[in-house]
């Protein structure tokens, strides 16, 4: 009873603590200080957040930069061929606990592409959707490591009429690198009509933009003297044709789209994490960091998980589409 | 573009990053772990099935001992019945043979015993056939009368052992 007294009462100091903590910093941060006009210690001074969309270079090899995103995502790289190889060095029938989280990994997301895509293509699309999954949540929960954003040379930086001081992290969260987010809707894409081109057979994926068969139709019906037939039957090639187009341009939108979802949530969430920091240096920031492995693996599992139905849509042949479209 | 920070030589950069991780994450993760997950769901299909075989195996046995014992009672009843049919054969064979022997016997004896009354008769015969002639001897040289008759023959049978009146 008095054991469980003790610690109940060391919850509730360790409570009051992290609230005057909060509290503290906030009163301190730059809003108490703006509202009761007190200066800020310079220990709880945090520099504003400075907001750079491109990638800062560290090294120069010849022309070519490298920057801390690429720095960050090859120790993502690291990361998982480390872990990965010493899980499946020497793999036995009974699992220690690397193998069974490697295990666990493989058959979970292999369990899942199954349920989506069905048994027969689970094996085409299970690689790459797996590395895209895997690749984009170790980056975004790397970038949450504290020395992620933090760590670096600090900089005068002139904005506007004032001078800035910005810290230039050596490692910055690589998914808020644009050309990586791009590469990987790159990949994506091409994968997906790569899929499409293969899997049904290029005549039949063209057709399935632009339906040149009911145009060819049409043309036949002109050929029997059915004029009445071809005029509808090219009218509504036509319509085809330009519904096609538009498919097509989605198509090279979903790169877009891929590259924009995947960069604005993880930037934003790099410029929420910092914001809340200069605004509130301690305790409150951590329930950001909570949200951002959230996002994290949201983000991932949307940019694995859209690549995954794209391809779906791909290699599904068209007159099935169809039939569910009439 | 600049203002982004796309950059060709960047996003070549991360392309080959992909690559890279497609390719090891394929060697060192997929096809290893994916062969494993195979090779173990093989081999408890079959050890289940192997399971089920030595189950059925089992059951196929035990169904084979007790019909064998069926048999084996069936056929110990079949050897006893035989048995007993045999013993009461033997017995009813004893008893028949029994019963010839004695009826021969019997036979026999009805026949020695005829043999001897034959023999006895023939033998009285003879010597009653005797005695008469002695008798008549005796009548024709004495008178015949009936006193005297009856005492001749008296006589003749007193001298006959055989017929000899106590």
Redesign the interface.
């Given at each position: 009873m008095s054991k469980l007294g003790c610690s109940n009462r060391l919850v509730v100091i360790l409570g009051i603590a992290v609230v005057a903590l909060a509290l503290a910093s906030f009163t301190f941060g730059p809003i108490g200080a703006r509202l009761f006009g007190i200066q800020t210690p310079h220990e709880l001074q945090v520099s504003k957040p400075h907001v750079s969309l491109p990638s800062e270079a560290m090294f120069h090899i010849g022309d070519f930069k490298i920057t801390n995103t690429l720095i960050s995502s090859w120790i993502t790289i690291i990361l998982l061929c480390t872990l990965f190889y010493f899980a499946t060095r020497k793999m036995k029938d009974v699992p220690g606990r690397l193998q069974g989280l490697a295990e666990v990994v493989v058959d979970g997301i292999y369990n899942t592409i199954q349920g989506v895509s069905g048994e027969k293509y689970v094996k085409t699309f299970f690689p790459v959707v797996t590395t895209i999954f895997l690749y984009v949540v170790t980056n975004a929960l790397l970038a949450l490591v504290p020395l992620w954003g933090t760590w670096g040379p600090i900089e005068e930086i002139q904005e506007g009429s004032h001078t800035a001081t910005v810290i230039v992290p050596f490692l910055r969260a690589a998914n808020t690198d644009i050309n990586l987010t791009l590469s990987i809707a790159l990949i994506s894409f091409f994968f997906v009509e790569y899929l499409g081109f293969s899997k049904i057979g290029a005549l039949n994926y063209i057709n399935s933009f632009f339906h040149f068969k009911e145009l060819g139709k049409a043309l036949g019906e002109l050929f029997k003297g059915n004029f009445k037939a071809f005029i509808s039957g090219f009218a509504f090639g036509f319509i085809n044709m330009y519904v096609g187009l538009l498919e097509l341009l989605s198509h090279l939108i979903r790169i877009i789209s891929f590259t924009f979802r995947l960069f604005g949530n993880m930037t934003a969430g790099e410029i929420l994490i910092g914001v809340m920091t200069f605004l509130v240096a301690l305790i409150v920031p951590s329930i950001f960091y909570g949200f951002e492995t959230l996002f994290g693996l949201l983000q991932a599992l949307i940019f694995a998980g859209l690549t995954l139905v794209f391809g779906l849509m791909a290699v599904t042949p068209q007159h099935e589409e169809g039939a569910e479209e009439h | 573009m600049?203002?982004?920070?796309?950059?060709w030589?960047?996003?070549v950069?991360?392309?080959v990053?992909?690559?890279?991780?497609?390719g090891?994450?394929?060697a060192?993760?997929?096809k290893?772990?994916?062969k494993?997950?195979d090779e173990?769901s093989a081999?408890i299909k079959e050890s289940l099935e192997q399971a089920e075989k030595i189950k059925e195996q089992t059951s196929r046995s035990e169904e084979q001992i007790k019909a064998a014992i069926e048999t084996a009672r069936k056929e110990s009843q079949v050897i006893i019945s035989q048995a007993s049919q045999i013993a009461a054969k033997i017995k009813e064979e004893a008893k028949g043979e029994a019963r010839k022997e004695a009826d021969v016997i019997i036979a026999k004896a009805r026949d020695e015993i005829k043999l001897e009354r034959d023999k006895s008769i023939g033998e009285l015969r003879s010597e009653f056939a005797n005695l008469t002639v002695l008798a008549a001897e005796k009548v024709i040289k004495e008178s015949l009368d009936a006193q005297k008759h009856m005492k001749l023959i008296n006589e003749v049978l007193d001298q006959s052992n055989s017929f000899k009146q106590n």
């Amino acid at each position: 009873m008095s054991k469980l007294g003790c610690s109940n009462r060391l919850v509730v100091i360790l409570g009051i603590a992290v609230v005057a903590l909060a509290l503290a910093s906030f009163t301190f941060g730059p809003i108490g200080a703006r509202l009761f006009g007190i200066q800020t210690p310079h220990e709880l001074q945090v520099s504003k957040p400075h907001v750079s969309l491109p990638s800062e270079a560290m090294f120069h090899i010849g022309d070519f930069k490298i920057t801390n995103t690429l720095i960050s995502s090859w120790i993502t790289i690291i990361l998982l061929c480390t872990l990965f190889y010493f899980a499946t060095r020497k793999m036995k029938d009974v699992p220690g606990r690397l193998q069974g989280l490697a295990e666990v990994v493989v058959d979970g997301i292999y369990n899942t592409i199954q349920g989506v895509s069905g048994e027969k293509y689970v094996k085409t699309f299970f690689p790459v959707v797996t590395t895209i999954f895997l690749y984009v949540v170790t980056n975004a929960l790397l970038a949450l490591v504290p020395l992620w954003g933090t760590w670096g040379p600090i900089e005068e930086i002139q904005e506007g009429s004032h001078t800035a001081t910005v810290i230039v992290p050596f490692l910055r969260a690589a998914n808020t690198d644009i050309n990586l987010t791009l590469s990987i809707a790159l990949i994506s894409f091409f994968f997906v009509e790569y899929l499409g081109f293969s899997k049904i057979g290029a005549l039949n994926y063209i057709n399935s933009f632009f339906h040149f068969k009911e145009l060819g139709k049409a043309l036949g019906e002109l050929f029997k003297g059915n004029f009445k037939a071809f005029i509808s039957g090219f009218a509504f090639g036509f319509i085809n044709m330009y519904v096609g187009l538009l498919e097509l341009l989605s198509h090279l939108i979903r790169i877009i789209s891929f590259t924009f979802r995947l960069f604005g949530n993880m930037t934003a969430g790099e410029i929420l994490i910092g914001v809340m920091t200069f605004l509130v240096a301690l305790i409150v920031p951590s329930i950001f960091y909570g949200f951002e492995t959230l996002f994290g693996l949201l983000q991932a599992l949307i940019f694995a998980g859209l690549t995954l139905v794209f391809g779906l849509m791909a290699v599904t042949p068209q007159h099935e589409e169809g039939a569910e479209e009439h | 573009m600049e203002s982004i920070g796309i950059n060709w030589q960047l996003l070549v950069a991360f392309l080959v990053n992909f690559l890279i991780l497609f390719g090891l994450l394929t060697a060192i993760l997929y096809k290893p772990v994916l062969k494993m997950l195979d090779e173990r769901s093989a081999k408890i299909k079959e050890s289940l099935e192997q399971a089920e075989k030595i189950k059925e195996q089992t059951s196929r046995s035990e169904e084979q001992i007790k019909a064998a014992i069926e048999t084996a009672r069936k056929e110990s009843q079949v050897i006893i019945s035989q048995a007993s049919q045999i013993a009461a054969k033997i017995k009813e064979e004893a008893k028949g043979e029994a019963r010839k022997e004695a009826d021969v016997i019997i036979a026999k004896a009805r026949d020695e015993i005829k043999l001897e009354r034959d023999k006895s008769i023939g033998e009285l015969r003879s010597e009653f056939a005797n005695l008469t002639v002695l008798a008549a001897e005796k009548v024709i040289k004495e008178s015949l009368d009936a006193q005297k008759h009856m005492k001749l023959i008296n006589e003749v049978l007193d001298q006959s052992n055989s017929f000899k009146q106590n």
